[in-house]
């Protein structure tokens, strides 16, 4: 086959006609500058809020090619969302400076935690998610993902003063909700129980009251599934029912103690 045949047949295969990559790069120029913009002392507010408006409406010629309405409307309430989620965000940091005794400084959290970066891009993700603005927001925590190791759905409900401590292998899904004062150790699932496409429309995900603290590598299923307030989770433990509030659950491991040696 010359080379032609291949291009020919390539073209034939590239079925996608809105399928531009150019966007996921953009997407993450904007989530870097934006990040910078609310957090970074010597980034001017006023200057990078004209260029990021500008990276907004490229994002929109990009992203919206099944919209009626113009996704630069959307911009305006995006930016006036913006103190409310630095509000936020700033709550979730102090949270992880009074919970952990490793955080030595609140600059530290903002600079070096994984987890509160993850959560930031959620949080500001999650407002365009809101206005139904179609792929920025998942590529946006989708590369917070990339950077963190944390996956979580920007149509997730998050309240306030979430800790995600050392935060590798986080997944939280689309429909899950969770409240006020939350800690999420690495390795936790808040998942489905099983996966069917005409299930978009139905809550799929659990449910985490205020003040409820998830150890490491807990697996919490269901969109039925309530964990109470004030409960804690045990490591490795596996949920999929309610659980009432002030609970405990944990994981029983099975201890073999060898009676002879080489066995």
């Known amino acids: 086959m010359d080379q032609q045949a291949i291009i020919d047949k390539i073209k034939q295969h590239k079925k996608q006609p809105n399928l531009r990559f150019a966007l996921k790069e953009r997407v993450e120029a904007f989530t870097n500058k934006l990040f910078y913009t609310l957090f970074d002392i010597d980034t001017p507010v006023e200057g990078n809020l004209d260029i990021l408006k500008t990276d907004f409406e490229e994002l929109a010629k990009l992203a919206c090619w099944e919209c009626e309405n113009p996704c630069s409307k959307v911009w305006k309430g995006y930016l006036e969302s913006l103190p409310i989620v630095l509000e936020s965000l700033n709550l979730d940091a102090e949270a992880i400076v009074d919970c952990d005794p490793a955080s030595l400084s609140i600059e530290e959290v903002y600079m070096a935690y994984p987890g509160f970066y993850a959560i930031a891009i959620y949080r500001l993700a999650h407002e365009l998610y809101k206005v139904g603005f179609p792929l920025v927001p998942r590529l946006m925590t989708e590369y ?120």
């Open 144 to 263: 917070a993902h990339s950077k963190t190791g944390v996956d979580i759905n920007p149509g997730a409900k998050i309240g306030k003063s979430f800790f995600i401590d050392h935060a590798t292998g986080v997944v939280i899904g689309e429909s899950a909700e969770i409240k006020d004062h939350v800690k999420v150790y690495q390795g936790v699932t808040l998942g489905a129980l099983y996966v069917a496409k005409d299930l978009k429309e139905t809550k799929r995900h659990p449910t985490i009251e205020n003040n409820v603290t998830i150890y490491a590598n807990a697996t919490i299923l269901g969109g039925e599934t309530v964990i109470g307030a004030n409960s804690i989770i045990g490591g490795n433990a596996w949920v999929t029912e309610s659980v009432p509030p002030n609970s405990t659950v944990f994981h029983t491991p099975e201890i073999k103690i060898k009676t002879a040696t080489n066995v």
